[in-house]
């Protein structure tokens, strides 16, 4: 099995930074694209960014220049620098990643539990 655990999360102003972290544990041979993504009320949970196991990245259009991901591929975690947020950054935020598990070295989607951000005055 393989387990993603999310932190970072909480209550920010307007113009302030978070950072989330997600760690993955496990039957883990190696960890092909990580991604975080986000659900706020009555919306679909839908891509806030996504990183490559080489390190190239894409980012949803209202976060460019905003947020930051990374990784660091020998603890298997996936960050998520948020600056500059705004109210409408308020979501459960979700880590996403495609895992080659051992012995069969399958790949398979894993997803972490989800971690509140809260934007507001």
């Known amino acids: 099995q393989v387990q993603l655990v999310e932190s970072g999360g909480g209550l920010v102003q307007p113009g302030g930074s978070l950072r989330l972290s997600c760690a993955a544990s496990g039957n883990i041979f190696s960890i092909e694209a990580m991604g975080w993504y986000r659900q706020a009320p009555g919306k679909e949970r839908g891509l806030v960014a996504r990183?490559?196991?080489?390190?190239?990245?894409d980012y949803e259009d209202s976060v460019k220049g905003r947020f930051t991901i990374s990784r660091d591929n020998a603890k298997n975690t996936v960050y998520l620098q948020m600056n500059s947020l705004k109210p409408e950054d308020t979501a459960v935020y979700y880590c996403n990643g495609n895992v080659v598990v051992t012995p069969t070295h399958r790949v398979y989607s894993f997803w972490g539990q989800g971690t509140q951000v809260t934007v507001s005055s």
């Open positions: 990183i490559s196991s080489g390190g190239s990245t």
